[in-house]
């Protein structure tokens, strides 16, 4: 399959990639991949994947690219440059990292994340590195609403899985600013507010205590708290859990709890369950529509959506098996678009879907 040349004209008000030939050719091969997440003017979706001439590759395709498709299916299929990658004798690339997730960035920026826990941006010319992260998953990091920071967990160059604290690194390159926490606390998985003024994260008091002579684990609470972006100290919201999300209208705070996807309103209180363990066995990973009136989640084999009042909707999803990202609300609160494998065939049957709000109008676009 041809190979595109491209030229990548976005903008962060507009959110609009096209390709430099301007044919508009619609490639209906479905390379597969998997991350969605919308344009902010919800016309495109930019994704995971491995380019289609590599999908021939001697070894394995390789899932390292940023690629962007329109929403309607229109149009072609356009690559993002990533950050260089090492080649086997061939001169196929042979050692690219797995990419995890990317994000719309201001400036006509994209900002992604690797499996070697390093954060790129990449303008449709060039990729450069921003910061080494201390996760990576769902939700490794966090954009400012209007694109230009980045909130991250650093890593703490230990054994400590999540992580020291937060930081913040300019979207188009800069220094890291860091989010200050007390002696014997970890600082992980920031979110913004609506307004760009604080954060949301999660905070381990710990009680370190040795397993053996060399690895440390952590024995303790994780609390959620919040921030000012540009200081003053952080107060808790009085919950437990982990992963918080604010709601688009700044009233509501998501979060993995002890008991399932929880809520709390944003100062704080008492939370409450909006889908419990026993409902899916794992617990959802989500994100919130536009309205703030309900979440979107996929937890296990299931997806679905679930408001305020606990009411769900339950997706059928023909044979289709979620993966472990966020499901992605357009800009309208219209559609949701989710990554998922065929039957558990794993990553090589992985594509990306759109499906309504309602649960209806199930397709592929990747």
């Not at 072609?76 to 719309?104: F, H, K, M, N, Y």
């Not at 979107?296 to 999803?317: E, N, P």
Request: aromatic share 8%; proline share 8%; charged share 15%.
């Amino acid at each position: 399959m041809r190979v595109l040349t491209v030229l990548v004209v976005a903008s962060f008000a507009l959110g609009v990639v096209t390709a430099a030939d301007g044919r508009g050719a619609t490639d209906n091969s479905f390379t597969g991949g998997y991350g969605p997440v919308w344009s902010p003017d919800g016309t495109q979706i930019a994704y995971i994947g491995p380019y289609p001439d590599e999908l021939s590759h001697p070894i394995k395709p390789g899932f390292d690219r940023v690629l962007v498709v329109n929403a309607d299916g229109s149009g072609a299929l356009v690559s993002i440059p990533t950050a260089p990658r090492c080649q086997d004798p061939t001169g196929r690339p042979a050692c690219q990292p797995p990419l995890d997730e990317v994000r719309w960035a201001a400036g006509g920026r994209f900002v992604y994340d690797d499996s070697n826990f390093t954060l790129f941006t990449s303008t449709g010319h060039a990729a450069k590195r921003l910061a080494l992260i201390g996760s990576v998953g769902g939700d490794a990091f966090s954009l400012s609403p209007d694109g230009r920071t980045v909130a991250v967990t650093a890593p703490c160059g230990c054994n400590v899985q999540q992580g020291t604290d937060v930081q913040f690194v300019p979207a188009a390159g800069g220094v890291a600013r860091v989010l200050p926490h007390p002696k014997g606390t970890l600082d992980n998985k920031p979110s913004f507010s609506p307004d760009g003024t604080k954060v949301v994260f999660s905070r381990v008091f710990l009680n370190m205590k040795p397993t053996n002579k060399k690895r440390y684990v952590p024995y303790g609470n994780e609390f959620i708290e919040v921030a000012g972006v540009h200081g003053g100290a952080a107060r808790s919201l009085g919950v437990s859990g982990y992963a918080p999300v604010v709601s688009p209208d700044g009233r509501w705070v998501a979060f993995d709890g002890r008991a399932g996807l929880e809520v709390v309103a944003a100062g704080g209180g008492h939370p409450r369950t909006l889908l419990p363990l026993r409902c899916c066995n794992v617990v959802p990973i989500f994100s919130w529509s536009p309205d703030s009136q309900r979440l979107a989640y996929v937890s296990g084999r299931h997806a679905g959506t679930v408001d305020l009042s606990s009411t769900t909707t339950v997706f059928q999803l023909r044979g289709l098996e979620p993966d472990s990202h966020p499901p992605q609300w357009s800009p309208d609160g219209a559609t949701i678009a989710f990554s998922a494998d065929r039957n558990g065939d794993g990553e090589f049957s992985l594509g990306v879907y759109l499906i309504a709000a309602d649960g209806s109008k199930l397709h592929r676009v990747a």
